[in-house]
């Protein structure tokens, strides 16, 4: 989870993220005002969660920008806790606010191994 945090502290500025942890799962919770379903993308691999989003901007056609704060593109990276699947995950997005539902895996129910001995001849 370490790791995770971190690599929110290392998002830009305009960029608001909040993680939250159930026993049964991750929620990530990012703002990306002016991002919208169709132009975010959210992928699941090798442990890291990847958000691509692009913002809408509409400049009034009798204005010209003097300086520019809002980034157009937003491209993160996150690592995610080792107990994170990419198995029933799902994200929602509703007016500039994405949520990204992560489970954690199951453990595995304890189980005793046999052990046999090839030299044995309790078979």
């Not at 993220?17 to 990012?30: G, I, N």
């Not at 949520?99 to 078979?123: G, L, Q, W, Y």
């Amino acid at each position: 989870m370490t790791n995770l945090r971190d690599a929110l502290r290392d998002l830009p500025e305009a960029v608001f993220a909040d993680v939250l942890e159930s026993d049964d799962e991750y929620l990530l919770v990012v703002d990306l005002p002016g991002a919208s379903s169709a132009t975010t993308d959210v992928t699941f691999e090798g442990g890291r969660l990847r958000i691509e989003a692009r913002r809408e901007k509409e400049t009034p056609s009798e204005f010209q920008y003097v300086e520019e704060n809002r980034p157009l593109f937003l491209d993160a990276e996150l690592p995610l806790p080792p107990d994170a699947t990419d198995e029933g995950a799902s994200a929602s997005m509703d007016r500039g606010v994405l949520d990204v539902h992560v489970p954690k895996r199951t453990a595995a129910p304890e189980r005793t191994i046999p052990v046999s001995d090839p030299n044995s001849d309790d078979e």
